[in-house]
Each structure stands twice: as structure tokens, then as C-alpha cells.
């Protein structure tokens, strides 16, 4: 593939105050761009000031939402920084591609440019406990013209935001409502890619729920609202009766990375975990009798949430004492001990960035 070219910044910005990052509110002083055409494939990478986009008003993701994207994290170690699992998330957007009719990324290029972006901007990598640099990778269908098909331009995009804990609240249990309305996604839709147009889509329960104080809401299945789906920007998990159970990945819910990355974990620690169907009545029926020990959500943004409250039909139902659960404690310092390059990477999940 083609060398990147890199265009400087010529002012930097100031860095914002570590202590207050928030999340997705700053940016750092360069993006990755590049471009596909079909019949030519992907052009033009290059390195930029961080700038506006200028987009044709008939742009195909103005219309017809084609958006894809990906979010992962680098970290500062001790001795320099480091990405987790980076390329299952290219991999991961690959397959999104696919379902939203977009151009495949090449693996390993990409993986390139998100190094060569990040070392250009390793100044940016906050150092203080539970910061890091989100990435996020982006792409969305360019065609100039309001005709419904699949897209032959499109555009790549990466940018990096210095982050500080996702939840407000840091590690601490957070007030989940079950959500029997809305529905975020059903099989055989694009529930299984991270587009934006899911996320759009879940807005308005989300809106709901936290005008009434919950943090996120847990989504049901599309067709029977029975099954526990996820949480979201997080899968989920509970602790049921010393075994460990997640929902399986139906096609509807996202295939996460940390999902993944704790199932792996948990089975190395002896604990059992099934990945299966899990009904909403199973779930209440495991709260009102004890034996749900723990629950708790995952993702890469706030890595591990406990649950201390499930509200399911304006019932409250009070998981592990309104506390962080043990297991979901031990989870949270393995993955970032990981991640911060205190534990040791066993597993060869970690990929250095060279500054
Ligand atoms: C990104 C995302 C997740 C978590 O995936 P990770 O790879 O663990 O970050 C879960 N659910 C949804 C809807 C998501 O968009």
C-alpha cells in the first residue's frame, strides 16, 4: 500500500487540564484521512491538522446514514504507550463495512496509520490513573448524489481524544433501566455493526431513562422483548449462582472487544461462562431470589460497570448491595493492569506505539 503523507500542524493547541477530560470533549492536533474510490480503491492517505470536514450536501451519509466506527484506547505505560487489541477492532470494522455496503480497510496499513497517527500525537496521551487516548476510527459512504445505492466513494477518517473516566461516577455501581418500548436492533439488521444509525436509534430511550436518573438502558430483543440484549454502549454480564452468563451474540448485539477479552479471562480463572439466550423473567426471577450476584457491563470506554440497580417495569431491583461486585473489581484490574502495562500481557493483546 501507499506511504502517508504528513502535513503538520504548524500551531499547536494547549492540552487540556488532565484532571477534567470528560469524555470525547478535546481533541488532539492531527487526523488520518484517506479516500476510496470503487474501481481505484483507497487513496490519499494522508496525516492533517485536525480541521473540518468539507462535505457535498448531497453526500450519501447525509441521506441515508452509511456510517460506520471504532473505538479503542492507548494507554501510557511505563515505558512508553500501547494499544489493546487493535487489530480485532479493524477486523471488527471490516465486518461492519460489509453489512453497511462500504469499501474493506487493509488490516495492516491501517493499523500503520493509527500508529503513525498516534505517535504524532503521543503528547497527547494523558498520564494520570484512568486516562487515556480514545481512537476513533470513522468512515462514512461520499457518493455525491441522493441516489439509494450502495456507495461508490467513501471516506476514512481517524481522531484521537484524551479521555478521562466514561461514567462520571468512575468504577461505581450505576442505575440501569430495563427498556420495554424501544428496541435498538433485530436480527438480520446492522445491531451486530457499530454504526451510527443504531445509535440514533437508541437515542430517544436513552433520553428517556436519563431524565429519570438511570445511566443507560438495557435493551430487549426486537422480536419477543424477552431476551437481554445489552446495555448501551456495553455488553453485559451477570453472576448467577457462581456461573457467569452473557447473552450470545444473535446477530443483534454487538460483538465486543472487552466482551471477548473477559470471557477469555474469566474461563483462565475457572470460572464457567455461557454465552446463551437470557430472558428478562430469568433475570428478575435470579434478582428477587439472591441468586444474581453480580451484573455488571463492558466496553472499552468505561472497560467494566457494575450495575447496582435494574429497574424493570418500574420496579427496582437492588444487584450486589448497590456495591462493586468482587468479580466485576477483579475483572477491572486485570484488563487495566493490561491495558496500563502493570500486569502482564500473557495473552500478546498489548501492540506497542513507537514515539
Ligand atoms: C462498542 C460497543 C460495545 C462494546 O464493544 P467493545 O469492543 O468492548 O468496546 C457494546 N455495545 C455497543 C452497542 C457498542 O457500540
Given at each position: 500500500?501507499q506511504?502517508i503523507?504528513?502535513?503538520?500542524?504548524?500551531?499547536?493547541?494547549?492540552?487540556?487540564?488532565?484532571?477534567?477530560?470528560?469524555?470525547?470533549k478535546?481533541?488532539?492536533?492531527?487526523?488520518?484521512?484517506?479516500?476510496?474510490?470503487?474501481?481505484?480503491?483507497?487513496?490519499?492517505?494522508?496525516?492533517?491538522?485536525?480541521?473540518?470536514?468539507?462535505?457535498?450536501?448531497a453526500?450519501t451519509?447525509?441521506?441515508?446514514?452509511?456510517?460506520?466506527?471504532?473505538?479503542?484506547?492507548?494507554?501510557?505505560?511505563?515505558?512508553?504507550?500501547?494499544?489493546?487489541?487493535?487489530?480485532?477492532?479493524?477486523?471488527?470494522?471490516?465486518?461492519?463495512?460489509?453489512?453497511?455496503?462500504?469499501?474493506?480497510?487493509?488490516?495492516?496499513?491501517?493499523?500503520?496509520?493509527?500508529?503513525?497517527?498516534?505517535?504524532?500525537?503521543?503528547?497527547?496521551?494523558?498520564?494520570?490513573?484512568?486516562?487515556?487516548?480514545?481512537?476513533?476510527?470513522?468512515?462514512?459512504?461520499?457518493?455525491?448524489?441522493?441516489?439509494v445505492?450502495?456507495?461508490?466513494?467513501?471516506?476514512?477518517?481517524?481522531?484521537l481524544?484524551?479521555?478521562?473516566n466514561?461514567?462520571?461516577e468512575?468504577?461505581?455501581?450505576?442505575?440501569?433501566?430495563?427498556e420495554s418500548?424501544?428496541?435498538?436492533?433485530?436480527?438480520?439488521?446492522?445491531?451486530?455493526?457499530?454504526?451510527?444509525?443504531?445509535?440514533?436509534?437508541?437515542?430517544?430511550?436513552g433520553?428517556?431513562?436519563?431524565a429519570?436518573?438511570?445511566s443507560?438502558?438495557?435493551?430487549?430483543?426486537?422480536?419477543?422483548?424477552?431476551?437481554?440484549?445489552?446495555?448501551g454502549?456495553?455488553?453485559?454480564?451477570f453472576?448467577?449462582?457462581?456461573?457467569?452468563?452473557?447473552?450470545?451474540?444473535?446477530?443483534s448485539?454487538?460483538?465486543?472487544?472487552?466482551?471477548?477479552?473477559?470471557?477469555?479471562?474469566?474461563?483462565?480463572?475457572?470460572?464457567?461462562?455461557?454465552?446463551?439466550?437470557?430472558?428478562?423473567?430469568?433475570?428478575?426471577?435470579?434478582?428477587?431470589d439472591?441468586?444474581?450476584?453480580?451484573?455488571?457491563?463492558?466496553?472499552?470506554?468505561?472497560?467494566?460497570?457494575?450495575?447496582?440497580?435494574?429497574?424493570?417495569?418500574?420496579?427496582?431491583h437492588?444487584?450486589?448491595?448497590?456495591?462493586?461486585?468482587?468479580?466485576?473489581?477483579?475483572?477491572y484490574?486485570?484488563?487495566?493492569g493490561i491495558?496500563?502495562?502493570?500486569?502482564?500481557?500473557?495473552?500478546g493483546?498489548?501492540?506497542k506505539?513507537?514515539?
Open positions: 500500500m506511504e503523507k504528513i502535513v503538520k500542524a504548524k500551531t499547536l493547541k494547549e492540552k487540556p487540564d488532565s484532571t477534567n477530560l470528560g469524555f470525547g478535546y481533541f488532539t492536533d492531527h487526523m488520518f484521512m484517506m479516500e476510496y474510490t470503487e474501481g481505484k480503491g483507497w487513496e490519499n492517505a494522508r496525516i492533517v491538522p485536525f480541521d473540518y470536514i468539507p462535505i457535498h450536501p453526500s451519509v447525509l441521506h441515508y446514514g452509511a456510517e460506520i466506527f471504532e473505538g479503542m484506547k492507548a494507554y501510557k505505560t511505563k515505558d512508553g504507550f500501547q494499544m489493546f487489541r487493535p487489530l480485532e477492532n479493524i477486523r471488527r470494522m471490516n465486518d461492519s463495512a460489509e453489512r453497511l455496503c462500504l469499501p474493506a480497510l487493509p488490516e495492516e496499513f491501517t493499523l500503520k496509520a493509527l500508529k503513525e497517527l498516534i505517535s504524532l500525537d503521543y503528547a497527547w496521551i494523558p498520564e494520570k490513573e484512568g486516562t487515556s487516548l480514545y481512537i476513533r476510527p470513522f468512515m462514512f459512504g461520499n457518493d455525491e448524489s441522493l441516489g445505492h450502495a456507495v461508490h466513494r467513501a471516506t476514512f477518517v481517524v481522531i481524544s484524551p479521555v478521562g466514561y461514567y462520571a468512575g468504577l461505581n455501581p450505576v442505575k440501569i433501566s430495563i418500548e424501544d428496541v435498538r436492533a433485530v436480527r438480520g439488521g446492522t445491531g451486530y455493526a457499530k454504526c451510527g444509525g443504531n445509535y440514533a436509534a437508541s437515542m430517544r430511550a433520553k428517556r431513562a436519563a429519570k436518573g438511570f443507560q438502558v438495557l435493551w430487549l430483543d426486537g422480536v419477543e422483548r424477552k431476551y437481554i440484549e445489552e446495555v454502549a456495553m455488553n453485559v454480564m453472576k448467577i449462582n457462581g456461573e457467569i452468563i452473557t447473552p450470545m451474540l444473535t446477530g448485539v454487538l460483538p465486543g472487544i472487552t466482551r471477548k477479552s473477559c470471557i477469555e479471562i474469566l474461563r483462565e480463572w475457572g470460572y464457567k461462562v455461557t454465552e446463551r439466550l437470557i430472558s428478562v423473567d430469568e433475570l428478575i426471577g435470579a434478582a428477587k439472591g441468586t444474581l450476584e453480580e451484573a455488571w457491563g463492558t466496553g472499552t470506554a468505561a472497560v467494566i460497570s457494575p450495575i447496582g440497580h435494574l429497574v424493570y417495569q418500574d420496579v427496582d437492588v444487584v450486589a448491595d448497590n456495591k462493586i461486585g468482587e468479580l466485576a473489581q477483579r475483572l484490574n486485570e484488563l487495566t491495558q496500563w502495562g502493570r500486569v502482564e500481557d500473557k495473552r493483546w498489548c501492540v506505539v513507537e514515539k
